[in-house]
Structures are given as C-alpha cells and as structure tokens.
C-alpha cells in the first residue's frame, strides 16, 4: 500500500480549505443576490427615514445580507451595529467586513432576550426573519426601545404560511413563523407606537411557501 508524503497531504489540506471558504463566500454572494428579487430591501430600509451619521441595528444579521445594504445608507459616518446570537455567523460577517474595507459595522453577540445595544443611541433598528427565534419577546423590545433615541424606529418583518395562520404562537414559532397579531400586541404592550402596517407585504410562496409582512413601530 503506498503512503502519501506528509508535504502532500498539507498542500491537499490547504487546498481544501481554501476551496471549502471559497464556496462559502460564492454560496453566500449568490444567496444574496437571489435574495434581492424579492426581498424588497431598499422598500424596507426607507422606511426607518435613516440618513448619512445615522446609527442603526440589525437584529439577528445572520452573515449581514441587511447590515451591508444599511452600511451604504448611513455612510461612512454612521454606524450598524449587527446583532446575531450565532458567534460562528458574526465571524464571518467580520471576515466579508475585513475583506471590503468596510469600518462602520460593529458586530455584537446577543442572546435571545437582549441584543446588548447602546442605550438611547439608535436612530432605528430592524428585526428581518428572526423576531420568532427570540425567547422573551417583552424584554427584547424592552431592551431595543431603550437603545432607540426618541422617534426612533423599528421594522420587524416576518414570514407566515396561508395555512398556519390560526396556529398559536408556539405552534408558528415552532415552524419558523409567526403571524403578526402576535407582534403587533407584543409591540402595543411594550410602548411602541405603530406607524405602518401591511400584511402581506412580501409574497414568497413560489420561493419558500408563505408571505411576509412588515410593521414599523415607532419610539
């Protein structure tokens, strides 16, 4: 049986390694960019009325598909601060960051019931496809309103399927989901006034099989 030489198998564990964070960035660049079809990023980003010097978080940022389209509205000047509860996820959002240049993103590990956000620093914040994933909706909200400045906003925006609607709330959560009567209460009875409304707001059922909807709150 023949024996591959050690210098051998280091060079073939390089390369694999390499190919392995290759495919990742090319998986997560196409991701992306399916995304933009129909997501309707820049329809939802508006709606926090954000301008160049503006802080901002992003609330569950995953690898930062909305923290980077919120870097370019609040420029240089301003700043994103992408929560996620997944440190894996925010190390390699630091990598896509470090490898652009790009210094006015500041990652932060939450946990579930507090994303750990300056207080009375946000002109905004939005929670994208993950304000079912959190254990105590009442002291996030608590903990993100006392992060906004007044007149602030936060957009959550989330998905749920025609025929889950009735579900209770642990029942769409434990699909992913959650109606937005749920948030809408939740939002009502931690203070926050709400300014906009549509349900649905982003029809993906050819894509994933459900809708979204969108509320902005207002501090």
């Not at 870097?71 to 960051?97: M, S």
């Amino acid at each position: 049986m023949k024996t591959i030489p050690l210098l051998a198998l280091l060079v073939l564990s390089v390369i694999s390694t390499y190919a392995q964070d290759q495919w990742k960035n090319i998986y997560t660049q196409n991701a992306w960019e399916e995304r933009d079809q129909w997501q309707k990023a820049d329809a939802i980003i508006a709606h926090l009325n954000l301008k160049p010097g503006d802080k901002v978080g992003d609330i569950g940022s995953h690898e930062g598909y909305m923290t980077m389209k919120l870097t370019k509205v609040v420029g240089r000047t301003g700043k994103v601060y992408a929560v996620d509860v997944q440190q894996n996820r925010l190390d390699k959002l630091n990598r896509i960051l470090n490898e652009g240049g790009i210094t006015n993103v500041t990652t932060v590990k939450g946990d579930y019931d507090n994303p750990h956000l300056p207080l009375n620093t946000l002109d905004g914040a939005m929670i994208i496809d993950t304000y079912h994933e959190m254990d105590d909706h009442d002291d996030m909200l608590k903990h993100i309103k006392a992060a906004l400045k007044t007149g602030g906003r936060l957009i959550i925006c989330e998905p749920i399927a025609a025929d889950r609607r009735s579900w209770s709330r642990a029942e769409q959560e434990r699909r992913h989901e959650l109606g937005m009567n749920y948030a809408l209460e939740d939002l009502q009875k931690a203070g926050f006034k709400i300014v906009f409304k549509k349900d649905p707001y982003i029809d993906r059922e050819k894509i994933k099989g459900d809708k979204m909807w969108l509320i902005v709150a207002e501090k």
